[in-house]
Each structure stands twice: as structure tokens, then as C-alpha cells.
DNA sequence: TATTCTATATATAACTA
DNA sequence: TTAGTTATATATAGAAT
């Protein structure tokens, strides 16, 4: 191949081996091109160096991927299986969660009980009970929260109400007359205050199709009050 | 590269062309093999002849699929990115709608309420309002079932209790004293039947540690007397 | 580093058996 | 078919650039 024949064993001296990476390449890579035209064969290769810089070559007559389905196909190794596998396992045990997830719902919802025996339905009946009444609890809790924002609101109305009534009243000495309209404008703004605030109260629970027992609500338009 | 100056196009000659594909591939194979040791690169070189048949070289350093995840990354193109990313979205998919169950269910345990809005707490409450019916209804139709099932068990050990009786009442005519050992034998009977009865009733939640109100309990033991 | 230059080693097409 | 021979074309090591 050259001045003197060479041993094939590593060329230690890197810049070299380096000069020999790029002819033998070359050289290979024309050996793969050659083949695949005189030959009519699908030729992939990958040549990866030792700084990790990649080289290849494909026959224009195929893909990367063709070619490697086939290697696939005929070593029967699929290199991908395990990954496959991993995240496939994973999947399934994701269905499984949900499935028991879903049947728990079920449950907790009073449908698919067939399974459960005696015991069992105690012990869920007994949860829900607790559970429900955490419901209701943090239920009143809300609706208290709320009770007292609107409360706060209504006062701070009522004192800006205060304010202008107060506002009116000293230009009365100037205007007898302004009075009615002074008096119209206070009850209107209290209307509006009470009002307003029930009208928000109702539309709390827009799309509610069925209001039934109201206990809740009363209490809350009573505290309003 | 032989006698005379060869054109590279494919030889239509199947026979020569075979003959030099035999040729040129161990060629080739060599010419891997060398740049391998002589250069510390990593080579995946894969032939596919016209008939199908499949010859390839990897670099003992090196695994066919090491190479190929270089090349993908190299090339940043994933042969297998669709396939991968709809199972990613899938596994994604899967995840989210668990953690909607678990959501669910943690609500449906009266925890994690505070997203949830009077109006909504409302609509879940009377939700397990329901919910909570249907378990019970459940129960009592279980433990109905049960009952009645013992009921009957009693009635035929009775039953047959009586025919022991009534066997035994034959025997008296020719022994006097054996009627005090057939009384004491049928008083344990009945109240095997009944105790036993009583204990299976209790082993009905062995592990159940607070057995505070009983009602369903209760008539199940009322209706076995 | 990468290319070019050459002397030589290799590869291989055509031939042979 | 497959394997060996041989004349030549190619590839390439080492040196120079």
C-alpha cells in the first residue's frame, strides 16, 4: 500500500493516524460507492473516528433506515426492542393505574359494587360519610369567606353613600329644592347594594339546574342582610 | 484494478457481477477492518446484495446500535422520532388523565377542595350525597342476601335435627335413659345453630376497628333469631 | 491540520482450471 | 458454480508542501 508494507495495527502517532483516517475514508468510501453501481447493492456506512466526528455513506438507491430495518429483519435482533419495551411497560402499567383509578371513582360514585363484600362496603360507606362532611364543612367555609367579602363591600357602600349624602346636605343651604333628588338617589344606592348583591347571590349557581334544599344559600342571603 | 482500466457501471453480466461483488465485499470488509485497528475509528459497514442477502462489519469496539444512535445524533434526524413521540404522547396523555383521577378522587375524599367553588362544592356534595345512598342501599342488600342465606342454613340444620330427634324419640321404647343425653344434644344443637350462627356474624369484620353504630348489624342478628 | 507527490503495496478483472 | 493466477489499476505511506 506503500513505501514498505505496513503492519494493520494501530497508528500511535495521532497526527498520522489522522492523515491515514482521511485517505483509507476516501478510499473506502469510493470502494462502497463502486459497489453499489457495479454490483447493484445497497451499501450503508457509518465511520465514526476516534475525536467522534461522523462520516458515511448510503447507496443513493436506498435509505439509512431502509437499510437497518432490514439488518433488523435479518439478524432478528431489534435494537430498539428494549427501549420499546421500556416505555411500553410503562404504558401499560399507566393503564393500569388509571383502570383502578377509574373503578375506585366508580365506587366512590356507588356503581360497581358487585365486588365488594359486606366489610368493605362499611369501611367505604363509613369514608364517605367523613368525606362528605369535609365537603360540607369546607362548603360553609367558602360560602363564609365570601358572606363577609360581600359584607365589607355593602359597608364600604354604605359609607361612600354616607359620604355624598353628607356631601348633598351641605349644598342643601344653598338649594332647598336638591333634596328630593338627594333622597331619591340614597334609597336607590341602598336598593342597589342589597340588590346588587342578591342578584350576584343568584347568579352564583347559574347553570344549577336543580336548587332543592337551599340552606346554604339562605344563610348566605340572610348574613347579607 | 485488473487488466485493463475497469468504468464503474453496473456489470449486466449476473454471473461476473456476483463473482465481483464476492470480490469487492471481502474487499471492502478488509478495508473496515483496517481502518478500525490502524485509525481507532468505529465502522458499521452493512452490504445488501441485489438478492437480498445481507453481509455487514461492526467494529469490535462498537455495537450496531452505538452507531446508529451517533449517526441519529449526528444527523439529528431520528429514524424513530414519530413512532417514539406518539408514544410519548400517549404515556403523556395517560399521565395527565391520572393525575385528573387522583384529583378526583382526593375530592371525592374531601381533600385538595380549594379549587373548587361554593357552586361546585355544592354540586359534589349532593353528588356524594348520593353516592353515599347507593353504598348503603348496597350494603343492606348484601347483608340481606347473606341473611337469608344463613336463614336457610339454620332451617335445614334444624331440620335435620329434628329427623335426628325423631330418630332418637324411636330408640326411647327399648332405652328409657337415653332421652336426658338426646335433650342435652339437640339443646346444643339449636344453640350451636344460633351461636354459631352469631359468631360467623361477628368474624364478618374481624379487622374492623371501630364497630360504632351496628344498625346493619344489628338486624341481621335480629332476623336470625 | 489537509493535499499533493511518488514509490510501492494491494486489490482485483480477466483468465484458467 | 468456486478457487487460484496474473497483469494491471488503485490505494496509500511517507515526504514535502
Same mark, same amino acid.
Given at each position: 500500500?506503500?513505501?514498505?508494507?505496513?503492519?494493520?495495527?494501530?497508528?500511535?502517532?495521532? $497526527?498520522?493516524?489522522?492523515?491515514?483516517?482521511?485517505?483509507?475514508?476516501?478510499?473506502?468510501?469510493?470502494?462502497? %460507492?463502486?459497489? $453499489?453501481?457495479? =454490483?447493484?447493492?445497497?451499501?450503508? /456506512?457509518?465511520?465514526?473516528s476516534s475525536t467522534g466526528k461522523l462520516f458515511e455513506f448510503t447507496s443513493p438507491s436506498t435509505t439509512t433506515k431502509t437499510v437497518?430495518?432490514?439488518?433488523?429483519?435479518?439478524?432478528?435482533?431489534?435494537?430498539?426492542?428494549?427501549?420499546? +419495551?421500556?416505555?411500553?411497560?410503562?404504558?401499560?402499567?399507566?393503564?393500569?393505574?388509571?383502570?383502578?383509578?377509574?373503578k375506585e371513582i366508580r365506587q366512590r360514585n356507588g356503581e360497581d359494587l358487585n365486588d365488594l363484600n359486606f366489610q368493605q362496603l362499611?369501611?367505604? !360507606? %363509613?369514608?364517605?360519610?367523613?368525606?362528605? +362532611?369535609?365537603?360540607?364543612?369546607?362548603?360553609?367555609?367558602?360560602?363564609? $369567606?365570601?358572606?363577609?367579602?360581600?359584607?365589607?363591600?355593602?359597608?364600604?357602600?354604605? +359609607?361612600?353613600?354616607?359620604? /355624598? /349624602?353628607?356631601?348633598?346636605?351641605?349644598?342643601?343651604?344653598? =338649594?332647598?329644592?336638591?333634596?328630593?333628588?338627594? !333622597?331619591?338617589?340614597? %334609597?336607590?344606592?341602598?336598593?342597589?347594594?342589597?340588590?346588587?348583591?342578591h342578584i350576584f347571590a343568584f347568579r352564583l349557581q347559574p347553570s344549577q339546574p336543580n336548587l332543592g334544599d337551599d340552606e346554604g344559600?339562605?344563610?348566605?342571603?340572610?348574613?347579607?342582610?
Open positions: 500500500m506503500g513505501r514498505g508494507k505496513i503492519e494493520i495495527k494501530r497508528i500511535e502517532n495521532s $497526527t498520522n493516524r489522522q492523515v491515514t483516517y482521511s485517505k483509507r475514508r476516501a478510499g473506502i468510501m469510493k470502494k462502497a %460507492q463502486e459497489l $453499489t453501481v457495479l =454490483c447493484d447493492a445497497q451499501v450503508s /456506512l457509518i465511520m465514526i437497518y430495518d432490514r439488518y433488523q429483519q435479518a439478524t432478528g435482533f431489534n435494537l430498539w426492542q428494549s427501549h420499546y +419495551e421500556k416505555m411500553q411497560e410503562n404504558l401499560n402499567k399507566l393503564k393500569e393505574t388509571n383502570s383502578k383509578l377509574r362499611r369501611g367505604l !360507606e %363509613q369514608n364517605m360519610d367523613k368525606s362528605v +362532611e369535609r365537603v360540607r364543612n369546607r362548603k360553609f367555609h367558602v360560602i363564609g $369567606t365570601q358572606t363577609e367579602t360581600y359584607k365589607k363591600k355593602v359597608k364600604s357602600l354604605e +359609607e361612600a353613600q354616607n359620604n /355624598l /349624602l353628607r356631601a348633598f346636605e351641605g349644598r342643601d343651604e344653598d =338649594c332647598p329644592y336638591a333634596l328630593v333628588d338627594q !333622597e331619591r338617589d340614597y %334609597q336607590s344606592a341602598i336598593e342597589l347594594a342589597n340588590g346588587g348583591s344559600y339562605a344563610s348566605y342571603g340572610l348574613s347579607l342582610a
